[in-house]
Protein backbone atom coordinates (compact mmCIF):
# COMPACT_ATOMS: atom_id res chain seq x y z
CA UNK A 1 0.00 0.00 0.00
CA UNK A 2 2.71 2.43 1.24
CA UNK A 3 4.64 1.56 -2.05
CA UNK A 4 1.79 1.88 -4.75
CA UNK A 5 0.87 5.33 -2.59
CA UNK A 6 4.72 6.34 -3.48
CA UNK A 7 4.43 5.23 -7.07
CA UNK A 8 1.15 7.95 -7.32
CA UNK A 9 2.98 10.34 -5.69
CA UNK A 10 5.96 10.14 -8.56
CA UNK A 11 3.58 10.16 -11.02
CA UNK A 12 2.15 13.23 -10.05
CA UNK A 13 5.13 14.99 -9.63
CA UNK A 14 5.72 13.90 -13.29
CA UNK A 15 2.96 14.89 -14.63
CA UNK A 16 2.67 18.44 -12.99
CA UNK A 17 6.75 19.06 -13.95
CA UNK A 18 5.69 17.53 -17.55
CA UNK A 19 2.77 20.52 -17.76
CA UNK A 20 5.38 23.42 -16.13
CA UNK A 21 7.96 22.22 -19.10
CA UNK A 22 5.06 22.41 -21.98
CA UNK A 23 3.06 25.45 -21.90
CA UNK A 24 1.00 25.37 -24.79
CA UNK A 25 1.18 28.66 -27.03
CA UNK A 26 -1.54 30.22 -29.15
CA UNK A 27 -4.22 27.82 -27.85
CA UNK A 28 -7.28 28.43 -24.90
CA UNK A 29 -6.06 31.77 -24.36
CA UNK A 30 -2.65 31.54 -24.56
CA UNK A 31 -0.79 34.14 -27.20
CA UNK A 32 2.64 35.36 -27.95
CA UNK A 33 1.67 39.24 -28.57
CA UNK A 34 -0.84 41.94 -26.16
CA UNK A 35 -2.85 42.71 -28.72
CA UNK A 36 -4.09 39.62 -30.24
CA UNK A 37 -4.98 38.56 -26.67
CA UNK A 38 -7.18 41.49 -26.13
CA UNK A 39 -8.94 40.85 -29.37
CA UNK A 40 -9.37 37.15 -29.12
CA UNK A 41 -10.66 38.30 -25.74
CA UNK A 42 -13.22 40.90 -27.00
CA UNK A 43 -14.26 38.46 -29.73
CA UNK A 44 -15.15 35.45 -26.65
CA UNK A 45 -17.03 38.93 -24.66
CA UNK A 46 -18.99 39.20 -27.49
CA UNK A 47 -20.97 35.53 -26.78
CA UNK A 48 -20.27 36.24 -23.27
CA UNK A 49 -22.63 39.12 -22.65
CA UNK A 50 -25.43 37.57 -24.47
CA UNK A 51 -25.14 34.00 -22.57
CA UNK A 52 -28.11 33.60 -20.36
CA UNK A 53 -27.13 33.81 -16.87
CA UNK A 54 -27.87 29.76 -16.49
CA UNK A 55 -25.13 29.29 -19.49
CA UNK A 56 -22.52 31.36 -17.80
CA UNK A 57 -22.94 29.49 -14.40
CA UNK A 58 -22.73 26.49 -16.17
CA UNK A 59 -19.05 27.59 -17.21
CA UNK A 60 -18.27 28.58 -13.85
CA UNK A 61 -19.78 25.26 -12.81
CA UNK A 62 -16.96 23.57 -14.75
CA UNK A 63 -14.42 25.65 -13.75
CA UNK A 64 -14.87 24.70 -10.02
CA UNK A 65 -15.02 21.03 -11.33
CA UNK A 66 -11.94 21.31 -13.09
CA UNK A 67 -10.40 23.44 -10.09
CA UNK A 68 -11.31 20.67 -7.78
CA UNK A 69 -9.93 18.01 -9.38
CA UNK A 70 -6.44 19.78 -10.63
CA UNK A 71 -5.66 21.26 -6.91
CA UNK A 72 -3.02 19.09 -6.27
CA UNK A 73 -1.16 19.72 -10.07
CA UNK A 74 -1.67 23.54 -9.41
CA UNK A 75 -0.03 23.76 -5.92
CA UNK A 76 2.85 21.69 -6.56
CA UNK A 77 3.24 23.23 -9.77
CA UNK A 78 3.10 26.84 -7.90
CA UNK A 79 5.59 25.38 -5.15
CA UNK A 80 7.86 24.29 -8.16
CA UNK A 81 7.97 27.10 -10.01
CA UNK A 82 7.99 30.20 -7.47
CA UNK A 83 9.65 27.91 -4.54
CA UNK A 84 7.25 29.58 -2.20
CA UNK A 85 4.34 28.09 -0.28
CA UNK A 86 3.64 24.75 0.63
CA UNK A 87 1.60 22.43 -1.59
CA UNK A 88 -0.64 21.11 1.65
CA UNK A 89 -2.11 24.28 2.13
CA UNK A 90 -2.17 25.42 -1.43
CA UNK A 91 -4.23 22.32 -2.03
CA UNK A 92 -6.66 23.98 0.34
CA UNK A 93 -6.82 27.36 -1.06
CA UNK A 94 -7.73 25.64 -4.26
CA UNK A 95 -10.35 24.00 -2.76
CA UNK A 96 -11.70 27.29 -0.85
CA UNK A 97 -11.58 29.20 -4.42
CA UNK A 98 -13.67 25.95 -6.38
CA UNK A 99 -16.36 26.16 -3.17
CA UNK A 100 -16.59 29.45 -2.19
CA UNK A 101 -15.99 32.10 -4.92
CA UNK A 102 -19.63 33.61 -5.72
CA UNK A 103 -20.84 33.38 -9.11
CA UNK A 104 -24.00 34.69 -10.73
CA UNK A 105 -25.81 34.71 -7.45
CA UNK A 106 -23.37 37.56 -6.13
CA UNK A 107 -25.44 40.02 -9.20
CA UNK A 108 -28.69 41.12 -8.02
CA UNK A 109 -31.04 43.34 -9.60
CA UNK A 110 -32.87 46.44 -7.89
CA UNK A 111 -36.07 48.03 -8.88
CA UNK A 112 -38.66 50.35 -8.11
CA UNK A 113 -41.99 51.49 -9.49
CA UNK A 114 -44.23 55.02 -9.00
CA UNK A 115 -47.02 56.60 -10.82
CA UNK A 116 -44.92 57.47 -13.84
CA UNK A 117 -43.72 53.73 -14.68
CA UNK A 118 -41.20 51.73 -13.61
CA UNK A 119 -37.22 51.66 -12.99
CA UNK A 120 -34.93 48.63 -13.21
CA UNK A 121 -31.50 48.95 -12.21
CA UNK A 122 -29.67 46.17 -13.37
CA UNK A 123 -25.98 45.09 -12.99
CA UNK A 124 -24.06 44.58 -16.60
CA UNK A 125 -20.39 43.31 -17.62
CA UNK A 126 -17.80 46.35 -18.24
CA UNK A 127 -16.46 44.28 -21.55
CA UNK A 128 -12.77 43.02 -21.58
CA UNK A 129 -11.42 43.79 -17.90
CA UNK A 130 -7.28 43.86 -17.83
CA UNK A 131 -5.95 41.96 -14.72
CA UNK A 132 -2.37 41.62 -13.32
CA UNK A 133 -1.73 39.21 -11.03
CA UNK A 134 0.99 38.29 -7.93
CA UNK A 135 2.85 35.67 -7.96
CA UNK A 136 1.95 34.96 -4.24
CA UNK A 137 -1.43 33.57 -5.24
CA UNK A 138 -1.07 33.23 -8.64
CA UNK A 139 -3.45 30.11 -10.29
CA UNK A 140 -5.78 31.05 -7.06
CA UNK A 141 -5.69 34.87 -8.17
CA UNK A 142 -7.11 34.43 -11.89
CA UNK A 143 -9.46 31.54 -10.76
CA UNK A 144 -11.26 34.24 -8.75
CA UNK A 145 -10.68 36.86 -11.32
CA UNK A 146 -11.94 35.28 -13.94
CA UNK A 147 -15.25 33.39 -12.14
CA UNK A 148 -16.28 37.02 -11.01
CA UNK A 149 -15.96 38.53 -13.93
CA UNK A 150 -17.20 35.80 -16.23
CA UNK A 151 -20.28 36.15 -13.71
CA UNK A 152 -20.78 39.42 -14.97
CA UNK A 153 -20.61 38.99 -18.51
CA UNK A 154 -16.85 39.85 -18.50
CA UNK A 155 -14.17 38.64 -20.37
CA UNK A 156 -10.11 39.13 -19.30
CA UNK A 157 -6.81 39.38 -20.27
CA UNK A 158 -4.50 38.66 -17.75
CA UNK A 159 -0.62 40.34 -17.38
CA UNK A 160 0.46 37.82 -14.70
CA UNK A 161 3.50 37.95 -12.82
CA UNK A 162 6.74 36.60 -15.18
CA UNK A 163 7.57 34.57 -11.58
CA UNK A 164 4.68 32.38 -12.01
CA UNK A 165 4.35 32.13 -15.86
CA UNK A 166 4.07 28.36 -16.35
CA UNK A 167 1.42 28.16 -13.55
CA UNK A 168 -0.68 31.00 -15.02
CA UNK A 169 -0.58 29.64 -18.41
CA UNK A 170 -1.87 26.12 -16.94
CA UNK A 171 -4.53 27.63 -15.21
CA UNK A 172 -5.49 30.32 -17.90
CA UNK A 173 -5.79 27.21 -20.64
CA UNK A 174 -8.02 24.89 -17.74
CA UNK A 175 -10.46 27.91 -17.62
CA UNK A 176 -11.13 28.27 -21.30
CA UNK A 177 -11.13 24.35 -21.40
CA UNK A 178 -13.97 24.35 -18.70
CA UNK A 179 -15.61 27.16 -20.89
CA UNK A 180 -15.54 25.05 -24.31
CA UNK A 181 -16.71 21.47 -22.12
CA UNK A 182 -19.39 23.38 -20.85
CA UNK A 183 -20.62 25.27 -24.32
CA UNK A 184 -19.21 28.33 -23.83
CA UNK A 185 -16.63 30.02 -25.95
CA UNK A 186 -12.73 29.90 -25.88
CA UNK A 187 -10.58 32.19 -24.97
CA UNK A 188 -12.80 33.49 -21.93
CA UNK A 189 -9.46 34.74 -20.07
CA UNK A 190 -6.36 35.50 -22.08
CA UNK A 191 -2.65 36.26 -21.61
CA UNK A 192 0.44 36.00 -23.50
CA UNK A 193 2.96 33.98 -22.91
CA UNK A 194 5.77 36.09 -22.11
CA UNK A 195 4.49 38.82 -19.74
CA UNK A 196 6.66 42.09 -19.18
CA UNK A 197 5.90 46.18 -18.42
CA UNK A 198 5.68 46.47 -21.70
CA UNK A 199 2.71 44.32 -22.26
CA UNK A 200 1.04 45.66 -19.33
CA UNK A 201 1.88 49.09 -20.55
CA UNK A 202 -0.28 47.51 -24.08
CA UNK A 203 -3.00 45.95 -22.07
CA UNK A 204 -3.53 49.56 -19.82
CA UNK A 205 -3.63 51.35 -22.57
CA UNK A 206 -5.84 49.81 -25.01
CA UNK A 207 -8.92 51.48 -25.80
CA UNK A 208 -10.99 47.90 -25.45
CA UNK A 209 -9.78 47.54 -21.71
CA UNK A 210 -12.74 49.32 -19.79
CA UNK A 211 -11.74 48.18 -16.52
CA UNK A 212 -8.58 47.13 -14.81
CA UNK A 213 -7.70 45.15 -11.52
CA UNK A 214 -3.78 44.70 -9.90
CA UNK A 215 -3.41 42.57 -6.91
CA UNK A 216 0.07 43.09 -5.60
CA UNK A 217 1.91 45.68 -4.33
CA UNK A 218 1.82 49.26 -4.19
CA UNK A 219 3.75 49.49 -7.74
CA UNK A 220 1.24 48.14 -9.68
CA UNK A 221 -1.88 49.49 -8.06
CA UNK A 222 -0.25 52.85 -8.10
CA UNK A 223 0.28 52.14 -11.87
CA UNK A 224 -3.34 51.36 -12.78
CA UNK A 225 -4.31 53.89 -10.53
CA UNK A 226 -2.47 56.30 -12.85
CA UNK A 227 -3.46 54.90 -16.17
CA UNK A 228 -6.55 57.27 -16.49
CA UNK A 229 -9.07 54.39 -16.45
CA UNK A 230 -11.51 52.98 -13.59
CA UNK A 231 -9.41 50.72 -11.88
CA UNK A 232 -9.38 48.33 -8.73
CA UNK A 233 -6.43 48.30 -6.71
CA UNK A 234 -5.69 45.13 -4.45
CA UNK A 235 -2.23 46.49 -2.33
CA UNK A 236 -0.03 45.23 0.05
CA UNK A 237 -1.12 45.03 3.91
CA UNK A 238 1.02 44.25 7.14
CA UNK A 239 -1.80 42.90 9.63
CA UNK A 240 -0.68 43.20 13.33
CA UNK A 241 -2.84 40.55 15.75
CA UNK A 242 -3.19 42.25 18.97
CA UNK A 243 -4.13 40.22 21.95
CA UNK A 244 -5.16 41.91 25.32
CA UNK A 245 -5.43 40.29 28.93
CA UNK A 246 -9.16 39.33 28.26
CA UNK A 247 -8.59 37.06 25.67
CA UNK A 248 -8.04 33.26 25.45
CA UNK A 249 -4.50 32.81 25.07
CA UNK A 250 -4.18 29.73 24.38
CA UNK A 251 -6.94 29.93 22.08
CA UNK A 252 -4.79 32.86 20.62
CA UNK A 253 -1.50 31.58 20.35
CA UNK A 254 -2.94 28.74 18.52
CA UNK A 255 -5.21 30.81 16.21
CA UNK A 256 -2.46 33.63 15.29
CA UNK A 257 0.37 30.89 14.69
CA UNK A 258 -2.47 28.99 12.16
CA UNK A 259 -2.94 32.07 10.26
CA UNK A 260 0.49 33.32 10.14
CA UNK A 261 2.09 29.96 9.01
CA UNK A 262 -1.14 29.16 6.55
CA UNK A 263 0.66 29.01 2.82
CA UNK A 264 4.30 29.93 4.79
CA UNK A 265 2.52 33.43 5.11
CA UNK A 266 1.98 34.74 1.76
CA UNK A 267 -1.28 35.77 2.09
CA UNK A 268 -1.52 39.49 2.28
CA UNK A 269 -4.46 39.01 5.74
CA UNK A 270 -2.19 36.94 7.17
CA UNK A 271 -0.63 37.81 10.96
CA UNK A 272 2.53 39.44 9.90
CA UNK A 273 3.06 40.78 13.90
CA UNK A 274 1.48 40.37 17.30
CA UNK A 275 1.05 43.29 19.20
CA UNK A 276 0.58 41.48 22.80
CA UNK A 277 -0.46 43.60 26.28
CA UNK A 278 2.35 43.08 28.59
CA UNK A 279 0.52 41.03 31.81
CA UNK A 280 -0.27 38.19 29.00
CA UNK A 281 2.62 38.27 26.59
CA UNK A 282 5.07 35.67 28.65
CA UNK A 283 1.56 33.35 28.27
CA UNK A 284 1.03 34.09 24.83
CA UNK A 285 4.85 32.91 23.90
CA UNK A 286 4.87 30.01 26.08
CA UNK A 287 2.00 28.60 24.43
CA UNK A 288 3.88 29.35 21.04
CA UNK A 289 7.01 27.93 21.82
CA UNK A 290 5.49 24.90 23.86
CA UNK A 291 1.83 24.04 22.01
CA UNK A 292 2.23 25.83 18.46
CA UNK A 293 5.73 24.79 16.47
CA UNK A 294 7.24 28.39 17.19
CA UNK A 295 11.03 28.82 17.97
CA UNK A 296 12.44 32.16 19.19
CA UNK A 297 15.17 33.53 17.44
CA UNK A 298 18.31 34.94 20.06
CA UNK A 299 19.54 39.10 19.16
CA UNK A 300 22.45 37.42 17.46
CA UNK A 301 20.66 35.08 15.35
CA UNK A 302 17.89 37.85 14.10
CA UNK A 303 20.71 40.19 12.61
CA UNK A 304 22.07 37.24 10.83
CA UNK A 305 18.25 36.61 9.80
CA UNK A 306 17.62 39.87 8.93
CA UNK A 307 20.35 40.39 6.89
CA UNK A 308 19.22 37.02 5.32
CA UNK A 309 15.90 37.94 4.71
CA UNK A 310 16.56 41.48 3.19
CA UNK A 311 18.90 44.25 2.10
CA UNK A 312 19.75 47.17 3.97
CA UNK A 313 17.24 49.17 1.94
CA UNK A 314 14.55 46.95 3.37
CA UNK A 315 14.27 44.95 0.01
CA UNK A 316 12.97 41.38 0.16
CA UNK A 317 15.24 38.30 -0.67
CA UNK A 318 12.98 36.46 -3.47
CA UNK A 319 14.44 33.42 -2.33
CA UNK A 320 13.30 33.85 1.08
CA UNK A 321 9.61 35.29 0.70
CA UNK A 322 7.17 31.84 1.31
CA UNK A 323 9.55 29.54 2.57
CA UNK A 324 9.53 27.48 5.82
CA UNK A 325 10.52 28.32 9.07
CA UNK A 326 12.75 25.64 8.54
CA UNK A 327 14.23 26.75 5.53
CA UNK A 328 14.62 30.35 6.43
CA UNK A 329 16.47 29.07 9.66
CA UNK A 330 18.57 26.93 7.83
CA UNK A 331 19.61 29.75 5.78
CA UNK A 332 21.63 31.30 8.89
CA UNK A 333 22.76 27.82 9.91
CA UNK A 334 20.60 27.20 12.61
CA UNK A 335 18.90 23.31 11.88
CA UNK A 336 15.22 22.72 14.03
CA UNK A 337 13.22 19.73 14.44
CA UNK A 338 10.19 19.18 11.79
CA UNK A 339 8.00 20.32 14.39
CA UNK A 340 9.21 23.85 14.00
CA UNK A 341 6.51 26.32 11.74
CA UNK A 342 7.19 29.79 13.02
CA UNK A 343 10.28 31.96 13.96
CA UNK A 344 9.22 34.50 17.02
CA UNK A 345 11.20 36.79 19.52
CA UNK A 346 10.66 39.89 20.98
CA UNK A 347 11.01 43.07 19.52
CA UNK A 348 10.41 47.00 19.17
CA UNK A 349 8.03 47.88 16.84
CA UNK A 350 10.60 49.47 14.31
CA UNK A 351 12.34 46.25 14.12
CA UNK A 352 12.53 45.84 10.60
CA UNK A 353 11.05 42.07 11.02
CA UNK A 354 8.25 43.59 12.63
CA UNK A 355 7.22 46.92 10.41
CA UNK A 356 8.21 45.26 7.04
CA UNK A 357 5.69 43.04 5.09
CA UNK A 358 7.78 39.54 5.15
CA UNK A 359 5.49 37.16 3.88
CA UNK A 360 7.33 34.53 5.59
CA UNK A 361 6.88 32.97 9.16
CA UNK A 362 8.45 35.20 11.38
CA UNK A 363 6.29 36.65 14.22
CA UNK A 364 7.92 39.55 16.16
CA UNK A 365 6.16 40.31 19.18
CA UNK A 366 5.97 43.60 20.18
CA UNK A 367 5.31 44.11 24.00
CA UNK A 368 2.83 47.57 24.73
CA UNK A 369 1.61 48.60 28.50
CA UNK A 370 -2.20 48.65 28.16
CA UNK A 371 -4.84 48.32 25.44
CA UNK A 372 -4.91 52.16 24.45
CA UNK A 373 -0.94 51.72 23.51
CA UNK A 374 -1.50 48.45 21.79
CA UNK A 375 -3.86 50.14 20.11
CA UNK A 376 -1.80 53.06 18.89
CA UNK A 377 1.10 50.15 18.40
CA UNK A 378 -1.11 48.41 15.53
CA UNK A 379 -2.31 51.13 13.84
CA UNK A 380 1.53 52.46 13.54
CA UNK A 381 2.62 48.62 12.04
CA UNK A 382 -0.52 48.49 9.55
CA UNK A 383 1.25 51.35 7.91
CA UNK A 384 -2.19 52.97 6.84
CA UNK A 385 -2.36 49.95 4.13
CA UNK A 386 -6.13 50.10 5.71
CA UNK A 387 -6.13 46.42 4.84
CA UNK A 388 -6.18 43.45 7.60
CA UNK A 389 -6.15 43.49 11.30
CA UNK A 390 -6.64 41.17 13.70
CA UNK A 391 -7.56 41.14 17.78
CA UNK A 392 -7.59 38.51 20.10
CA UNK A 393 -10.06 39.88 22.99
CA UNK A 394 -13.40 39.19 24.99
CA UNK A 395 -14.16 42.71 25.74
CA UNK A 396 -16.42 43.94 22.86
CA UNK A 397 -15.78 47.19 23.40
CA UNK A 398 -12.24 47.45 22.62
CA UNK A 399 -13.00 45.38 19.64
CA UNK A 400 -15.01 47.96 18.38
CA UNK A 401 -12.79 50.11 19.22
CA UNK A 402 -10.09 48.88 17.64
CA UNK A 403 -12.13 47.92 14.28
CA UNK A 404 -12.71 51.67 13.93
CA UNK A 405 -9.43 53.07 15.20
CA UNK A 406 -7.52 50.59 12.28
CA UNK A 407 -9.88 51.17 9.73
CA UNK A 408 -9.40 48.27 7.46
CA UNK A 409 -11.34 46.28 4.87
CA UNK A 410 -10.95 42.90 7.15
CA UNK A 411 -10.45 42.41 10.88
CA UNK A 412 -10.94 39.12 12.19
CA UNK A 413 -11.88 38.66 15.98
CA UNK A 414 -10.76 36.02 18.09
CA UNK A 415 -9.79 33.96 14.52
CA UNK A 416 -7.19 32.58 12.31
CA UNK A 417 -7.12 35.17 9.50
CA UNK A 418 -8.12 32.98 6.76
CA UNK A 419 -11.61 32.78 8.74
CA UNK A 420 -12.12 36.03 6.60
CA UNK A 421 -11.76 34.04 3.07
CA UNK A 422 -14.65 31.79 4.49
CA UNK A 423 -12.07 29.32 5.57
CA UNK A 424 -13.69 28.83 9.57
CA UNK A 425 -15.69 31.83 9.62
CA UNK A 426 -18.59 33.15 7.42
CA UNK A 427 -17.64 34.65 4.60
CA UNK A 428 -17.41 34.30 0.98
CA UNK A 429 -13.28 33.57 -0.85
CA UNK A 430 -11.01 35.79 -3.38
CA UNK A 431 -7.74 36.15 -3.10
CA UNK A 432 -8.29 39.90 -4.76
CA UNK A 433 -9.56 42.35 -1.39
CA UNK A 434 -9.47 45.98 -2.75
CA UNK A 435 -8.21 48.12 -0.12
CA UNK A 436 -7.13 50.88 -1.53
CA UNK A 437 -9.95 51.22 -4.02
CA UNK A 438 -12.74 50.26 -1.64
CA UNK A 439 -14.38 47.47 -3.14
CA UNK A 440 -13.07 45.55 -0.69
CA UNK A 441 -13.49 41.72 -0.98
CA UNK A 442 -14.06 41.74 -4.59
CA UNK A 443 -16.38 39.18 -6.23
CA UNK A 444 -19.12 39.30 -9.15
CA UNK A 445 -20.48 42.63 -8.33
CA UNK A 446 -17.07 44.02 -8.20
CA UNK A 447 -16.98 43.67 -12.13
CA UNK A 448 -20.20 45.12 -13.02
CA UNK A 449 -21.42 48.82 -13.65
CA UNK A 450 -25.22 49.84 -12.94
CA UNK A 451 -27.76 50.30 -15.92
CA UNK A 452 -30.92 52.47 -16.04
CA UNK A 453 -33.58 51.40 -17.40
CA UNK A 454 -36.69 53.31 -17.44
CA UNK A 455 -40.51 52.61 -18.09
CA UNK A 456 -42.22 55.45 -18.55
CA UNK A 457 -46.01 55.37 -17.56
CA UNK A 458 -46.72 51.58 -17.77
CA UNK A 459 -45.68 48.53 -15.86
CA UNK A 460 -46.42 49.96 -12.21
CA UNK A 461 -49.67 48.07 -11.29
CA UNK A 462 -49.60 48.99 -7.10
P1 LIG B 1 4.39 42.59 -7.04
O1 LIG B 1 3.85 43.95 -6.75
O2 LIG B 1 5.84 42.40 -7.15
O3 LIG B 1 3.76 42.06 -8.42
C1 LIG B 1 2.37 42.00 -8.64
C2 LIG B 1 2.10 42.11 -10.12
O4 LIG B 1 2.31 43.46 -10.53
C3 LIG B 1 3.03 41.28 -10.99
O5 LIG B 1 2.31 40.77 -12.09
C4 LIG B 1 4.07 42.28 -11.45
O6 LIG B 1 4.66 41.90 -12.66
C5 LIG B 1 3.23 43.52 -11.61
N1 LIG B 1 3.86 44.82 -11.48
C6 LIG B 1 4.68 45.25 -10.50
N2 LIG B 1 4.99 46.55 -10.68
C7 LIG B 1 4.33 46.95 -11.80
C8 LIG B 1 4.24 48.18 -12.52
N3 LIG B 1 4.87 49.27 -12.10
N4 LIG B 1 3.46 48.22 -13.62
C9 LIG B 1 2.78 47.13 -14.02
N5 LIG B 1 2.84 45.93 -13.41
C10 LIG B 1 3.61 45.85 -12.31
O7 LIG B 1 3.76 41.63 -5.92
P2 LIG B 1 4.03 40.09 -5.65
O8 LIG B 1 5.34 39.91 -4.99
O9 LIG B 1 3.71 39.30 -6.83
O10 LIG B 1 2.89 39.85 -4.57
C11 LIG B 1 3.04 40.23 -3.22
C12 LIG B 1 2.44 41.59 -2.91
O11 LIG B 1 1.09 41.64 -3.36
C13 LIG B 1 2.38 41.84 -1.42
O12 LIG B 1 2.62 43.19 -1.16
C14 LIG B 1 0.95 41.45 -1.06
O13 LIG B 1 0.43 42.07 0.09
C15 LIG B 1 0.22 41.92 -2.28
N6 LIG B 1 -1.00 41.18 -2.47
C16 LIG B 1 -2.18 41.82 -2.22
C17 LIG B 1 -3.36 41.13 -2.38
C18 LIG B 1 -4.67 41.78 -2.10
O14 LIG B 1 -5.69 41.15 -2.36
N7 LIG B 1 -4.73 42.98 -1.58
C19 LIG B 1 -3.35 39.79 -2.79
C20 LIG B 1 -2.12 39.18 -3.05
C21 LIG B 1 -0.95 39.88 -2.90
Known amino acids: ?41 RTAQQTVRLLPMDQREKIIG ?14 RMAVNETGMGNVGDKILKH ?19 GDRGLTLIEMGPFGVIGAITPCTNPSETVLCNT ?27 MVNEAS ?14 APTLATSEIMMKSPHIKLLVATGGPGVVTAVLSSGKRAIGAGAGNPPALVDETADIRKAAEDIVNGCTFDNNLPCIAEKEIVAVDSIADELLHYMLTEQGCYQA ?69 RVKDFAEGLETAAWLEHGNKHSAHIHSKNVDRITEYARRLDTTITVKNGPSYAALGFGGESYCTFTIASRTGEGLTSARSFIKSRHCVMTDSLCVR
Open 298 to 366: SEEELDRLTKAVMDEKGRLNRKAVGRSARKLLSMIGVEVDANIRCITFFGPKEHPLITTELMMPILGIV
Open 95 to 113: LLVADKVPGTEDISTRAFS
Open 1 to 41: MADEQLVQNVVREVVARMQISAPARGMHGVFSDMEEAIEAA
Open 62 to 75: AIRRKTRENAEILA
Open 180 to 193: LEAGGPDNIACTVD
Open 147 to 173: IGMLAGGNTVVFNPHPQAIKTTLFTIQ
